[in-house]
């Protein structure tokens, strides 16, 4: 399902239209990213949990010459299923 799929199927559900469905989810969404982004977990009971999380530094090897290189320490969102799902 793609985000288009989903405004579809939100809006056949709410019995809503198209675009309050799309203003919705996109409302969602950017509720969603900028909590994970201030380091907040976001926790919806029934579907599961989105955090901020760490990837450390680390050294990888490039895939054309072989040689050893540095990848540096990165942010990442972690998604924790809830039981129901």
Same mark, same amino acid.
Do not use: C, Y
């Given at each position: 399902?793609?985000?288009?799929?989903?405004i579809?199927?939100?809006?056949?559900? !709410?019995?809503?239209?198209?675009?309050?469905?799309?203003?919705?989810?996109?409302?969602?969404?950017?509720?969603i #990213?900028?909590?994970?982004?201030?380091?907040?977990?976001?926790?919806?009971?029934?579907?599961?949990?989105f #955090?901020?999380?760490?990837? !450390?530094?680390?050294?990888?090897?490039?895939?054309?010459?072989?040689?050893? @290189?540095? @990848?540096?320490?990165?942010?990442?969102?972690?998604? !924790?299923?809830?039981?129901?799902?």
């Amino acid at each position: 399902m793609n985000k288009q799929e989903l405004i579809d199927a939100v809006a056949a559900g !709410a019995g809503v239209s198209k675009s309050e469905a799309s203003k919705t989810v996109q409302a969602l969404l950017v509720a969603i #990213t900028e909590a994970v982004s201030r380091g907040e977990a976001v926790q919806l009971v029934g579907f599961g949990a989105f #955090t901020r999380g760490r990837r !450390a530094a680390r050294t990888g090897r490039s895939p054309t010459t072989g040689e050893e @290189i540095a @990848i540096a320490a990165a942010d990442t969102v972690k998604f !924790a299923a809830g039981k129901a799902f």
